[in-house]
């Protein structure tokens, strides 16, 4: 059992305070414009087995893009995980998507800390993995930059502060001036954690760089694609005629306002944003709040089942010997 009683506590009462949170924005939404939930709900039905087999389809393939580039991560930073067990371990954190900023889905470290990675490489990679991720929603969300002026500021600001973040950690004075600075404090504690911040910086350098680099962002961005052409793909199957660069750019925008939010999982930034675009691209606010229903569905609640359902397993299966 890798996860502590604590811990395990901490997801459900975030699981529980992220489902009313949902319950009560329908509620609120349906009341302020008159919408009948039960006729919103209903209508998920109209989209046809085939069309829900589409969207869980990119779903899936950006979960399947993004396993690929979290193996080459640990690959590059030398540790060889069984397949199966590494899937497990990354579909598992999922379950962790709706705590704030998305910290839970470090849970994953836990459990390969019994194959023997280290926290300060687990957690690397997961931070190249997210800074990847904004990097390519940012590239997204152009799209909709493009169209509607009022948000440019939240892709410019979200892209110059993302591309800043690259060279810092490649330079050599911001792990000098972190040591300098715990060396004239005198803390033990802080020197302790300022050694281990570098050593997460040393690891993600080697992940943020070169070939390594290349690739990942490419994964990322294949990623990033599928799962915000599920905003075409519904308003599609919602007989709404919108161009591909704008639906996937008000996806991608709504993304970025909820990873910027710190808000557990994006939920509600993320929605209100999406739904403020497709306002704006002149879609019926009826459509516009089906379709965010159904690519949150099939994007955020779909990985949380996915990730609890694993995570039981993960739990619940006999301990493991320490495989190094």
């Known amino acids: 059992m890798a996860l502590s009683p604590k811990q395990l506590r ?7 305070i992220s489902i009313a949170f949902y319950g009560i924005g329908i509620s609120v939404y349906s009341n302020l414009t008159d919408t009948d939930i039960e006729a919103t709900l209903g209508s998920l039905n109209s989209i046809g087995i ?10 899936t393939l950006n979960f399947l ?26 579909l598992g954190s999922f379950a962790f998507t709706i705590t704030p900023a998305k910290a839970g889905e470090a849970a994953r470290s836990l459990y390969l800390k019994n194959d023997g990675v280290r926290y300060a490489d687990s957690l690397a990679a997961l931070f190249a ?15 909709a930059a493009y169209i509607f002026e009022e948000w440019r500021w939240l892709v410019i600001v979200a892209g ?19 040591v300098y600075i715990s060396n004239r404090l005198g803390n033990d504690s802080l020197q302790t954690a300022t050694r281990y911040l570098v050593s997460l910086l040393d690891s993600s350098a080697v992940l943020l760089k070169g070939g390594a680099l290349y690739r990942s962002m490419l994964l990322s961005l294949g990623a990033a694609f599928s799962v915000s052409l599920m905003m075409y793909v519904v308003l599609t199957l919602l007989g709404v005629e919108i161009s591909l660069p704008l639906a996937v750019g008000i996806y991608a925008t709504g993304i970025l306002a909820g990873a910027l939010s710190f808000l557990p999982g994006g939920i509600g930034s993320a929605e209100v944003v999406m739904l403020g675009l497709l306002l ?15 690519c949150r569905i099939a994007a955020l609640w779909y990985s949380i089942v996915v990730g609890i359902v694993i ?8 301990p493991r010997k320490n495989r190094r």
């Open 50 to 59: 085939s069309g829900w087999v589409m969207i869980i389809g990119l779903s």
């Open 10 to 16: 901490q997801f459900a009462i975030w699981l529980v």
């Open 311 to 318: 995570v039981l397993r993960l739990e619940l299966a006999p």
């Open 160 to 178: 110059v502060a993302t591309l800043a973040v690259l060279p810092l950690i490649h330079a050599g004075w911001v792990r000098a001036l972190l």
């Open 280 to 294: 704006l691209a002149g879609i019926d606010s009826t459509v516009g709040v089906l379709a965010i229903l159904m």
């Open 65 to 90: 893009l993004r396993f690929m580039r979290w193996r080459d991560y640990l690959q590059r930073l030398g540790y060889r995980i069984p397949v199966l067990l590494n899937v497990q371990y990354f």
């Open 129 to 143: 993995e997210r800074l990847t991720d904004l990097v390519a929603v940012v590239f997204f969300a152009l799209g």
